[in-house]
């Protein structure tokens, strides 16, 4: 069971907007540990989406982004296209058991 | 700009020892303030993070490995390493190296593309 939870599952049509969560506790994202977000492709690696809770790295459309608020992160996508139907992870440090670097479970995006 | 390359057997026997390698190109292993990370997907869960090693060789393991596992690093051959002993069923995942940035947070960036390894007699 991963340390972070997301939705297994979100869909939304093309043109809409979706949000996907990110909850995790006063371990990781609750004591104050960034969140960074990875969208994988179907075949291809992960890639980094959002890092530092709201940044985009270079390449990234203005499309997606992310905040953190208390204990939780979210990652929204407006806009969505038919290619961001894709697994996305978040990802955080949790200071628990010696620290360790920590992920979602993944949410798979289906774009209707 | 810098490239991930895993590779190593792609099949293991149960109790044996798991070794990939990942290679460095496009860039030098030496440059910078990261660190090198091994990372896991086993069939139906999140991503897993294993371990990091650093230039100087110092490391840090996932507590629930730390007593099977070895990461390495070669600088002059611009590769780091991963063993992980005494595998079983349960080790069968995609592993994953990559790259994390180690100032002001850590984040990972680039990833390999990914290595799957399974685990069966």
């Known amino acids: 069971q991963s340390m972070l939870t997301q939705p297994p599952s979100v869909s939304g049509a093309p043109g809409q907007r979706v949000t996907i969560s990110c909850t995790g506790s006063?371990?990781?994202?609750?004591?104050?540990?960034?969140v960074h977000w990875y969208q994988r492709l179907p075949g291809a690696a992960p890639k980094l989406l959002i890092y530092?809770?709201?940044e985009r790295p270079s390449g990234v459309p203005a499309r997606f982004s992310g905040s953190k608020s208390g204990s939780s992160a979210s990652l929204t996508i407006t806009w969505l296209q038919a290619e961001d139907e894709a697994d996305y992870f978040c990802?955080?440090?949790?200071?628990?058991?010696?620290?360790?670097?920590?992920f979602g479970g993944g949410t798979k995006l289906t774009v209707l | 700009q810098v490239q991930l390359q895993e590779s190593g057997p792609g099949l293991v026997r149960p109790s044996q020892t798991l070794s990939l390698s990942c290679t460095v190109s496009?860039?030098?292993?030496?440059?910078?303030?990261?660190?090198w990370t091994w990372i896991r997907q086993r069939p139906g869960k999140g991503l897993e993070w294993i371990g990091n090693?650093?230039?100087?060789?110092?490391?840090s393991y996932s507590p629930s490995l730390n007593s099977r596992l070895l990461i390495s690093i070669d600088a002059s051959k611009s590769l780091f390493s991963l063993n992980l002993r005494s595998v079983t069923a349960a080790d069968t995942a995609i592993y994953y190296c990559?790259?994390?940035?180690?100032?002001?947070?850590?984040?990972?960036?680039?990833w390999g593309p990914g290595a799957l390894v399974s685990v069966s007699s």
């Open positions: 990559a790259r994390m940035n180690t100032i002001s947070s850590n984040w990972f960036d680039p």
């Open positions: 496009g860039g030098s292993i030496s440059t910078g303030d990261y660190y």
């Open positions: 090693v650093r230039l100087d060789g110092g490391t």
């Open positions: 006063s371990s990781n994202i609750g004591a104050g540990y960034d």
């Open positions: 530092l809770n709201n």
């Open positions: 990802q955080t440090y949790d200071r628990g058991l010696r620290g360790s670097w920590v």
